[in-house]
């Protein structure tokens, strides 16, 4: 089955320093991946919608510029957040879809990467 | 805007007792995709439904999707503590690369 990797799965970092998230899809091709936030209990948040060669789309509420995110190639997809500070510390998620698969509606998610910032 | 209304939040049963979760909605979706999550870890998908009325199984678990696509049940028969978790429907507008919409998750326990 399709499988997503995320890296790392937990990181503490000094407040305002930057720590890059990076998704990969293993075995196959994602146009568009989506990255997603969770606080404790909470159900997923989603950030922004990253597209393989083109600009993020970033959902309301969401700055831009704090997490910035790139999508160089068909399977990897990266988020950083930059100037982090104790109230970015969460739980990030990615997920994917394969492209080559009109209809398979389920996305896979990655492991997600526990953000802690002191 | 909560497009996806679950229900219950939380649900605490003891182990052999049936549940049965919701998900509903005033707004069609394309597909419904019910998805289980450990501590720490990301969402494991569990069934995706796309038919109005379809009904699939996974063991112990029965899936619903309405006629009109717009909610969906779970339902688990002789619950087992390996069954804790949070349970999180999630609902597609689209057959291409659009955002799933998330409903905020059952958190089920299930006590030997």
């Known amino acids: 089955g399709a499988v997503v990797s995320q890296h790392p799965s937990r990181v503490i970092c000094k407040s305002g320093t930057s720590v890059k998230i990076e998704c990969r899809s293993l075995d196959f091709q994602a146009t568009t991946m989506f990255w997603y936030r969770q606080f404790p209990k909470q159900s997923l948040m989603l950030m922004a919608t990253?597209?393989?060669?083109?600009?993020?789309?970033?959902e309301q509420g969401v700055e831009k510029d704090k997490f910035l995110i790139n999508h160089a190639s068909l399977t990897l997809s990266t988020l950083t957040v930059t100037s982090a500070h104790p109230e970015d510390s969460s739980f990030y998620i990615c997920?994917?879809?394969?492209?080559?698969?009109?209809?398979?509606?389920?996305?896979?998610f990655g492991s997600g990467t526990r953000l802690t910032v002191v | 805007t909560q497009l996806l209304e679950q229900s219950p939040q939380f649900l605490s049963i003891q182990e052999g007792e049936n549940l049965t979760v919701y998900c509903n909605s005033s707004?069609?979706?394309?597909?419904l995709q019910w998805y289980r999550q450990e501590p720490g870890e990301g969402p494991v998908l569990l069934v995706t439904v796309v038919t109005g009325g379809e009904v699939k199984k996974l063991k112990r678990l029965t899936f619903q999707f309405g006629d009109a696509r717009k909610d969906s049940s779970l339902h688990i028969t002789a619950a087992q503590p390996g069954d804790t978790g949070l349970y999180l429907c999630a609902g597609g507008k689209g057959s291409g690369n659009t955002p799933l919409v998330f409903g905020k998750g059952t958190r089920l326990s299930v006590i030997a």
């Open positions: 707004s069609v979706f394309s597909s």
């Open positions: 990253s597209n393989e060669g083109s600009k993020a789309t970033y």
């Open positions: 997920s994917a879809r394969d492209s080559g698969k009109v209809f398979d509606y389920g996305y896979t």
